[in-house]
């Protein structure tokens, strides 16, 4: 018999998520950000540094949110193949989650129906965008992660060919985040997945943000490339806040997906300082 879960509870589990994902940054993300303060030396960068830090502690006493950009709203749902949802659609439960959300915390309210013409708010943050994978067991694991979309937007996807190799990969990362400039927020996390086709590579690009902090690809050969690819993009000196200084990028990393033998996709999806997201098991 499968295992059956209502969509009031899974629309109570969202509203919740997207509530702390909002006002609570992630321990290790406020970590490392209290790190990269020890470390850096430009004045004006560590000033920056000192209102990110005082910023994420307001926010989780304050219950305000982390950034005014509180992000369209991605929802990562990982379904036990053994769960059978009742009362309503997974979209609809999803929605009705983030709508109770971002009413009841008063959260900014960015979505708008059409891209181009009328571009009328839906007044709710809704529709969430879903990513669904089925997997084994009878679990629903669901992971809210508002996006802002400055740095959405300074994000990139660039079919390069299989003879670029290690370089062209690394060389596109820099430019992503040196095109970015200030304009993603710095600083940054780097989220990059090799590999896919066009559709899959953006997407493990944005998975790959909810890796802890400093926790590198388990193929030394990735692992390395994270970290060279972390040197070069903290040497370009753009800094936090693009004020000058040491540190531009917090962490970067990298998937590796299979892929044809004509291509090799790279995409960059970088995030600002504000690496929000919540995770919760029904």
Same mark, same amino acid.
Not at 6 to 28: G, Q, T, W
Not at 76 to 86: A, H, M, P, R, S
Not at 162 to 170: K, M, Q, R, S, Y
């Given at each position: ?21 909002? /006002? ?98 839906? /007044? ?159």
């Amino acid at each position: 018999m499968p295992r059956l879960i209502d969509s009031d509870e899974l629309s109570r589990l969202v509203r919740d998520l997207a509530l702390k994902a909002n /006002f609570v940054l992630p321990r290790d993300v406020r970590d490392v950000l209290s790190s990269a303060l020890e470390l850096e030396r430009v004045e004006l960068a560590r000033s920056a540094l000192e209102d990110l830090v005082l910023n994420f502690q307001m926010a989780e006493t304050e219950k305000m949110p982390i950034c005014q950009d509180c992000g369209l709203a991605v929802v990562f749902v990982d379904w036990g193949q053994e769960v059978l949802l009742t009362g309503g659609s997974l979209q609809e439960a999803v929605d009705l989650g983030i709508r109770d959300a971002y009413v009841e915390g008063y959260l900014r309210k960015s979505v708008v129906y059409d891209p181009v013409y009328d571009r009328r708010n839906s /007044f709710d943050n809704t529709p969430a965008v879903i990513h669904l994978r089925m997997v084994p067991g009878d679990r629903v694991e669901v992971t809210v992660a508002p996006k802002g979309m400055g740095s959405e937007n300074m994000s990139a996807i660039r079919m390069l060919k299989p003879a670029d190799g290690e370089e062209g990969v690394l060389r596109f990362i820099e430019e992503v985040v040196s095109s970015a400039g200030p304009n993603s927020c710095p600083p940054v996390v780097v989220g990059v997945a090799v590999g896919g086709n066009f559709e899959t590579a953006p997407l493990w690009a944005k998975r790959s943000l909810l890796r802890p902090m400093g926790q590198r690809n388990p193929d030394p050969r990735y692992a390395r490339l994270e970290e060279e690819a972390l040197r070069r993009i903290n040497r370009l000196g753009i800094g936090a806040g693009g004020y000058g200084g040491l540190v531009t990028a917090l962490d970067v990393r990298i998937e590796a997906l299979p892929t044809h033998i004509a291509g090799m996709p790279v995409a960059v999806n970088l995030c600002c300082h504000a690496l929000r997201h919540a995770k919760g098991v029904i």
